[in-house]
T-cell receptor, first 110, second 112 residues
Framework: DAGVTQSPTHLIKTRGQQVTLRCSPK?????VSWYQQALGQGPQFIFQ???????QRGNFPDRFSGHQFPNYSSELNVNALLLGDSALYLC?????????FGPGTRLTVT | EDQVTQSPEALRLQEGESSSLNCSYT??????LFWYRQDPGKGPEFLFT???AGEEKEKERLKATLTKKESFLHITAPKPEDSATYLC?????????????FGTGTLLAVQP
């Protein structure tokens, strides 16, 4: 049984560019959450998707947007990248309560 | 505001030297408290969920306990492979999601 998968593993972008990160949830999970983890910090909640709808958003600007597909996979889009967007982006899937994380995408903005 | 504080920030132990990590939390209504292990550059790995004060869970050399204000992760006779960052997170009642609120973690180094 495959766990949560994310792609790509690493990504380098320039300020002002746009990026799309992808996540496939654990089998049987219908809810996907995205988190941003800066170096030395705990993960920060960005938003959560369920039934293809955004259910709640954390304290992140509108430059951060997402999508969930009918097969429950999800994308995170970030527009107009800033240096401060450099971080590990984590996807977590869940069915009821416990959330299982993917390996993350390391985004570096230069 | 819901908040999680972990201490110490870093802990260095000798192999076999038992210790405890602390997670203090402030939450309007606790739905669950979670412990994760995170290796450098990787995603958090789920360890335990605790739901009510007095609850305890064990896995190999790790034991997690919960009170109304804090949780402890006890590490008994640690080995070098236990070296990692240990993250604590809470879920609160209310709202449409089961989002996790994390602390900043405790970086554990176990020396042989």
């Amino acid at each position: 049984d495959a766990g949560v998968t994310q792609s790509p593993t690493h990504l380098i972008k320039t300020r002002g560019q746009q990026v799309t990160l992808r996540c496939s949830p654990k089998s049987g999970h219908d809810t996907v959450s995205w988190y941003q983890q800066a170096l030395g910090q705990g993960p920060q909640f960005i938003f959560q998707y369920y039934e293809e709808e955004e259910r709640q958003r954390g304290n992140f600007p509108d430059r951060f947007s997402g999508h969930q597909f009918p097969n429950y996979s999800s994308e995170l889009n970030v527009n107009a990248l800033l240096l401060g967007d450099s971080a590990l982006y984590l996807c977590a899937s869940s069915d009821q309560s416990e959330q299982y994380f993917g390996p993350g995408t390391r985004l570096t903005v230069t | 505001e819901d908040q999680v504080t972990q201490s110490p920030e870093a802990l260095r132990l000798q192999e076999g030297e038992s210790s405890s990590l602390n997670c203090s939390y402030t939450v309007s209504g606790l739905r669950g408290l979670f412990w994760y292990r995170q290796d450098p550059g990787k995603g958090p790995e789920f360890l335990f969920t605790l739901y009510s004060a007095g609850e305890e869970k064990e896995k190999e050399r790790l034991k997690a306990t919960l009170t109304k204000k804090e949780s402890f992760l006890h590490i008994t006779a640690p080995k070098p492979e236990d070296s990692a960052t240990y993250l604590c997170a809470v879920q609160a009642y209310g709202g449409a999601t089961n989002k996790l609120i994390f602390g900043t973690g405790t970086l554990l180094a176990v020396q042989p």
